[in-house]
């Protein structure tokens, strides 16, 4: 899975289809409530904030057929609750309604398009329809198209955040693929679990039940619209040592949730566009490696990952530990990991960056066919941000709005962005083993920004980032010197850093 932003997507020309989905008088609400992240989500887009979108797009060969497309489109909309359901303004903007939506009412109706002549041309007009129609309020709140070639054709379908996350794109991609190669005849690119299909569903899909979808468990209400009517864990007790830890990382910064400590060069209220770098980390070797590492100190690599972060900004003026902001996916069973909805939370995590850590606690990253040597990153810090992250994950359980309304003073906001970092194994994804076949691209809006965010995905190539920033001359170099020394520190030769 290719992971950036559509300021660096590159899709090839060719003629683009797009599909209008009209509802039909069949709907009926949603008994659920949206997720804490959902509401903020919904009051910005209610304010004027640019719509946030996450397309999933993949490859196929020879050039669209347009009838097999629209039933592959139809048979997944009506398999996931989620893409059925619509948000209704109400009068104060902190309230929705929720409908959802009779797929047997939905009405598609296919448009061609343009055809594009050149990359730059693609995607300018397919990321005005996505921006168009990806918005949360209406129905719907996605938009499938393809860009048909007569050699080889990519089918894309990109959604609202409100209603999917980046597993979500895994699943849409993994499914769609094998709905439209059932619908063209070509099993040879099905794929699929080789179960057997049920009424109205090809041959290999794993079945999904309109009851079947679990709540996001991070809403103190029912669940959210991406779900199947399932209600999400009550609040915890107001005694629980989660909660409490909760209100003392809050407290320790003042109410304020966590920014990125280095110069970023955006002035305070201000909001600027939005810049993306995408770059490999580590090489398939280098991580085997760090994960062995980690392992071995009795962490993972995701941990590994974020204190060579931390040593990073650390190492560039930044403070010891690094206070950020982890989202993490509440798909605990089979049925949730099949699902297409917005399923994550967000935990806080402090990283001790192991500065003056004693070099005897350090042992050597070990690259197969290279010398080892002595990383940055002792030991103990490893071991220690390995099992600070096991007990932020245990935070998950608390319900953001809990949080929130418990708190004994207002929650601050010192940037419209959160400094946060999300890390993503793809290789343990639906739809991984042909990710690369397909070219399946995980695409996001650009829009603005006034803080450093940064997706970190590990796959069968190694490990790699998206980051998205501020557009300014500070927060370039600023970041890109923090890249810099964080693949140097996952390198099997890390240089030695000069201050």
């Not at 994804?429 to 996001?444: K, T, W, Y």
Request: with cysteine; hydrophobic share 40%.
């Amino acid at each position: 899975m290719r992971v950036l932003s559509a300021d660096l997507w590159e899709p090839a020309p060719g003629r683009v289809l797009t599909w209008d989905v009209t509802p039909g008088s069949g709907h009926r609400p949603v008994p659920a409530a949206p997720t804490y992240n959902q509401r903020n989500h919904l009051i910005g887009a209610g304010s004027g904030e640019p719509s946030v979108w996450i397309t999933a797009a993949f490859d196929v060969d020879g050039p669209i057929d347009p009838g097999a497309l629209e039933a592959a489109f139809g048979d997944l909309v009506a398999g996931h609750p989620g893409l059925r359901v619509e948000a209704v303004r109400r009068p104060a903007p902190e309230q929705v309604g929720l409908l959802r939506h009779d797929p047997d009412g939905l009405v598609w109706r296919r448009h061609d398009g343009p055809h594009t002549r050149t990359v730059a041309e693609t995607r300018e007009h397919l990321t005005a329809e996505l921006t168009r129609r990806c918005a949360p309020f209406g129905y719907p709140a996605f938009l499938p198209a393809a860009i048909s070639r007569p050699d080889r054709s990519t089918i894309v379908l990109g959604m609202d955040h409100l209603h999917t996350d980046a597993w979500s794109t895994t699943v849409v991609i993994d499914e769609l693929a094998a709905r439209y190669a059932e619908s063209t005849g070509d099993r040879s690119h099905a794929g699929g679990t080789g179960r057997t299909a049920g009424p109205g569903r090809a041959a290999g899909l794993p079945a999904v039940a309109a009851t079947a979808i679990v709540a996001d468990p991070v809403s103190a209400d029912p669940t959210g619209p991406a779900s199947g009517n399932v209600t999400g864990p009550p609040p915890v007790g107001a005694d629980d040592p989660r909660l409490a830890t909760w209100h003392g990382f809050l407290r320790d910064r003042g109410w304020a949730l966590p920014t990125f400590p280095l110069p970023l060069g955006v002035p305070d209220g201000e909001r600027v566009a939005q810049r993306t770098v995408v770059r490999p980390l580590a090489d398939a070797a280098t991580a085997d490696a760090v994960a062995a590492r980690a392992r071995a100190a009795g962490a993972s690599t995701s941990a590994a990952v974020l204190v060579t972060l931390a040593r990073a900004v650390a190492d560039l003026g930044g403070p010891a530990v690094l206070e950020t902001l982890l989202p993490v996916h509440t798909r605990d069973d089979a049925a949730a990991r099949g699902a297409v909805g917005w399923h994550t939370t967000t935990v806080p995590l402090r990283i001790d960056s192991g500065v003056g850590g004693a070099p005897a606690g350090v042992q050597p990253w070990a690259v197969p066919g290279g010398a080892a040597v002595r990383p940055a990153v002792p030991d103990t810090a490893l071991a220690a941000t390995g099992k600070a992250l096991r007990a932020a994950r245990e935070l998950a359980a608390v319900p953001l709005e809990q949080v929130v309304t418990s708190l004994p003073q207002p929650l601050r906001f010192l940037r419209t962005d959160i400094f946060q970092v999300s890390y993503l194994d793809y290789r343990r994804l639906p739809g991984h083993a042909a990710a690369a076949g397909r070219r399946a691209h995980h695409v996001s809006a650009a829009t603005r920004a006034d803080d450093l965010q940064v997706w970190v995905s590990r796959s069968d190539d190694g490990i790699a980032v998206r980051a998205r920033m501020p557009r300014t001359p500070t927060a370039t170099a600023t970041v890109d010197a923090v890249l810099d020394r964080w693949s140097e520190l996952l390198s099997p030769h890390p240089p030695t850093h000069k201050s």
